[in-house]
């Protein structure tokens, strides 16, 4: 079993900042990806931030040249950068950590982000 513990949100003007965190417990040496979504008000959830085991990292193009994902593996801990915050921005934030078969897949609580205009 994996735990993760996120925190970080709030509330924040357009063109604001937040920094994310996801720090996890538990048996985590069979993750090999850990990985930010969101979910706004009657939308699915989406990928937003992606970085493996390695180091490689995906974003959404939606979050391109804004958010970076980053990762201190002596804390068990990914952190999600967000820059120049647009109001569709808004959304709860999940954090997950999976194993690359997806047979280990495991969320945080979520923490809510909401980005004024």
């Known amino acids: 079993q994996v735990q993760l513990v996120e925190s970080g949100g709030g509330l924040v003007q357009a063109g604001g900042s937040l920094r994310l965190s996801c720090a996890a417990s538990?048996?985590?040496?069979?993750?090999?990806?850990r990985d930010w979504y969101r979910q706004a008000p009657g939308k699915q959830r989406e990928l937003v931030a992606a970085?493996?085991?390695?180091?490689?990292?995906n974003y959404a193009d939606s979050v391109k040249g804004r958010f970076t994902i980053s990762r201190d593996n002596a804390k068990n801990t990914v952190y999600l950068q967000m820059n120049s915050l647009k109001p569709e921005d808004t959304a709860v934030y999940y954090c997950?950590?999976?194993?690359?078969?997806?047979?280990?897949?495991?969320w945080g609580q979520g923490t809510q982000v909401t980005v004024s205009s």
């Open positions: 970085i493996t085991s390695s180091g490689r990292t």
């Open positions: 538990g048996s985590i040496f069979s993750i090999n990806s």
């Open positions: 997950n950590a999976h194993s690359y078969d997806r047979i280990q897949d495991y």
